[in-house]
């Protein structure tokens, strides 16, 4: 079984940063993809980043030069370090992986709240 574990997540002021990690446990044979999402309070889910076992990388424009997403594929883990931080996000922050176990899936994390403000 597969488990996806967030942490890092917490209070900040508008400016401040904080860094999120996520660790991928089970009987896991390849990581191709791990990123992160963010729901806001009465929005949808929206994709933040996204990064690749060889290293490449994508983000959504809202967060493109203060987040920046890496990893470290010997601890199946992936962090999310987020500069600069605004009120707007604000928002729980859920890690995705795409994982190979006998079969491939998408899968989870529980989610850690980030609040921004002062």
């Known amino acids: 079984q597969v488990q996806l574990v967030e942490s890092g997540g917490g209070l900040v002021q508008p400016g401040g940063s904080l860094r999120l990690s996520c660790v991928a446990s089970?009987?896991?044979?390849?990581?191709?993809?791990m990123g992160w999402y963010r729901q806001a309070p009465g929005k949808q889910r929206d994709f933040i980043a996204r990064?690749?076992?060889?290293?490449?990388?994508n983000y959504a424009d809202s967060v493109k030069g203060r987040f920046t997403i890496s990893r470290d594929n010997a601890k199946n883990t992936v962090y999310l370090q987020m500069n600069s931080l605004k009120p707007e996000d604000t928002a729980v922050y859920y890690c995705?992986?795409?994982?190979?176990?006998?079969?491939?899936?998408?899968?989870w994390g529980q989610g850690t709240q980030v609040t921004v403000s002062s």
């Open positions: 995705n992986a795409t994982i190979v176990t006998s079969r491939i899936g998408a899968y």
């Open positions: 089970g009987s896991i044979f390849s990581i191709p993809t």
């Open positions: 990064i690749t076992s060889a290293g490449s990388t």
